[in-house]
């Protein structure tokens, strides 16, 4: 579910960058990214990379982290929710 083309706040990242940094806030692995995107996955592993070197991260969970802040309110406003229901389990206290 990325963002429409155009709201993308990420200083630097190109939008193939960008999405591929949402699917990964999305919880998918790089095999299912590349599935979904008819990629290869080490073209996806090389997409974190670049996204890990521009936002000056080393792992998924602190690229994630600092995409989460760097999104404006419009945006932040669209992905929240969904990423709150990766961690929902109804029925569970």
């Keep these: 579910m990325p963002l429409p083309e155009g709201e ?25 990214i590349a599935e979904i995107l008819l ?13 890990y070197a521009k936002l000056g991260v080393h792992t998924r969970t602190a690229a994630v982290t600092r995409y989460l802040g760097l999104l404006g309110n419009r945006e932040r406003e669209v992905i929240t929710p969904v990423l709150a229901g990766l961690f929902f389990l109804p029925g569970v206290a």
Excluded: M, Y
């Design 8 to 32: 993308h706040d990420e200083p630097g990242l190109t939008p193939r960058e960008s999405e591929i940094l949402e699917w990964v806030a999305l919880g998918k692995t790089n095999p299912e």
């Design 39 to 51: 990629i290869a996955p080490t073209t996806v592993r090389r997409h974190l990379e670049n996204v």
